[in-house]
């Protein structure tokens, strides 16, 4: 069935601040090396040190949940990933996520990890960061969103130095939440840390997580927008 709002009323109370729409190839998670719409969203509570979206951090353009989903569908994809910023920040996002699972469409949500995901719709695959110490935001995690995550969910730790691996690999080791996820990614921070360095320690751990990249950035540069 295709989603439509009740009425035009309903529709204006979740307008949604939105950066930009556009699509690519997906650069991460387990739907890596897909053609994917993104729909990046404004605002975010939290300031990374490494952050590479800052641009997303406001501005942008008032659109209402039925703008962004005819746009997504002209977009051609079956899968489409609401980003940020931090895509939970506003409340439109909920409507917004019922409507492209209503359309069909494989919904990815990237999250920095810090808000309550709960009412998320389990169709919906959460992609949530925790936040290791470099970023400088690692009190924020709010870890009991682990509790809701199932097992089409993933995780991703972003690792800038061996610090940061080791901080990541032991609360893993020591969380037996993390097992019941569908994965978790340790990421190297993209122009700091060698990727073969990072495999380097996982293999010697024997760590269960996979290696992530952001294969959009080996395509386009570490500056792309895509």
């Known amino acids: ?45 939290l300031r990374c040190s490494w952050c ?4 997303a951090l406001e501005g942008g353009e008032t659109m209402s949940v039925t703008t962004i989903v005819e746009r997504v569908r002209d977009a051609g994809c079956d899968l489409v990933e609401i980003t940020g910023g931090e895509p939970m920040l506003q ?40 936040k290791c110490p470099s970023s400088g935001m690692s009190e924020k995690n709010l870890l009991s969103n682990v509790n809701i995550l199932g097992s089409r969910d993933e995780v991703k730790f972003v690792i800038a130095d061996r ?40 293999l010697e751990d024997r760590l269960p997580v996979r290696l992530g990249f952001q294969l959009h950035k080996t395509i386009w540069g570490a500056d792309t927008r895509k």
């Open 91 to 130: 409340e439109g996002v909920h409507a917004l996520m019922d409507a492209l699972v209503d359309d069909d469409f494989t919904v990815l949500l990237e999250t920095n990890g810090s808000l309550d995901l709960s009412r998320v719709p389990d169709e919906v695959v959460k992609i949530m960061d925790v």
């Open 163 to 202: 610090s940061d691996y080791e901080w990541a690999r032991d609360l893993v080791r020591s969380d037996k939440r993390f097992e019941h996820v569908r994965a978790v990614h340790f990421t190297p921070l993209f122009g700091q840390l060698d990727a073969a360095q990072l495999a380097g320690w996982i």
């Open 1 to 45: 069935m295709k989603w439509r709002p009740a009425d035009a009323g309903e529709d204006r109370v979740m307008d949604l601040q939105v950066t930009e729409i556009f699509s690519s190839i997906q650069g991460e998670s387990r739907h890596v090396g897909r053609p994917c719409t993104f729909v990046r969203l404004t605002g975010c509570n």
């Open 52 to 55: 590479d979206t800052q641009y």
